[in-house]
């Protein structure tokens, strides 16, 4: 069955520029996290949906990051008015159930900043 | 906080050998534990999962030993092959409602012909 995919895979952005980032998880997974994968780094979490509710968005980095997830399916990451910091590789993970379960990755999309 | 630590940024090993990657946590709440291999231009791949009422879990040619003493956990990969080679992480659930990943900065895996 297909994984967890994401697009688009490599973009490169302008300082400045907004971006907005997909990911399509798992069929049927009801949670949907999003990290964060400097270069040489774990990734670190941003972001967290049961369905369609942001149940935790401790881990983003400021208020220019914005996750949305409006049919409890697809998610998009957006980031606004980029910033060179902002480049890295960004993880979409899904899980079936709601607190545990195993964590099934995307391939990421590697943004880099201009 | 939660905090994960690697011992190694970097290990390399004859094919064949076995190795053995270790990690430290510093959050004795934790209570799930997983190791993740990443390949190059990949996600993080799931290894094996050990629980903390577990001391020792056996995959396929893997095994993962905690330590809740010492807050450490290993890897150990028998007889290991080029196909190993990448980056292997150990990550903890996160104690938080979310139960989040918190993931250590990796050990590179390099196997040597």
């Known amino acids: 069955g297909a994984g967890v995919s994401q697009s688009p895979r490599y973009k490169v952005a302008k300082r400045g520029q907004d971006v907005a980032l997909r990911c399509d998880p798992i069929s049927g997974h009801v949670s949907l996290f999003w990290y964060q994968q400097a270069l040489g780094q774990g990734p670190e979490f941003l972001t967290y949906f049961q369905n369609e509710a942001q149940l935790d968005k401790s881990g983003l980095p400021s208020d220019r990051f914005f996750a949305e997830r409006p049919e409890g399916s697809v998610s998009t990451l957006k980031i606004q008015r980029t910033q060179q910091e902002d480049s890295a590789v960004y993880l979409c993970a899904s899980s079936l159930v709601g607190l545990g379960g195993e964590q099934y990755f995307g391939p990421g999309t590697r943004l880099t900043v201009t | 906080g939660e905090s994960v630590g690697l011992h190694l940024p970097t290990l390399s090993v004859q094919e064949g050998d076995n190795s053995i990657i270790n990690c430290a946590y510093s959050?004795?709440?934790?209570?799930?534990f997983i190791w993740y291999k990443q390949e190059s231009g990949k996600g993080p791949q799931f290894i094996i999962d050990?629980?903390?009422?577990?001391d020792k879990r056996q995959g396929q040619r893997v095994t993962v030993l905690l330590n809740k003493t010492v807050k450490h956990l290993s890897l150990q990969i028998a007889a290991t092959q080029p196909g190993d080679s990448a980056v292997y992480f150990c990550?903890?659930?996160?104690?938080?409602?979310?139960?989040?990943?918190?993931f250590g900065s990796g050990t590179q895996l390099t196997v040597l012909p």
């Open positions: 050990i629980r903390s009422n577990m």
């Open positions: 959050n004795s709440a934790s209570d799930y």
């Open positions: 990550a903890l659930k996160g104690s938080g409602s979310a139960r989040q990943l918190t």
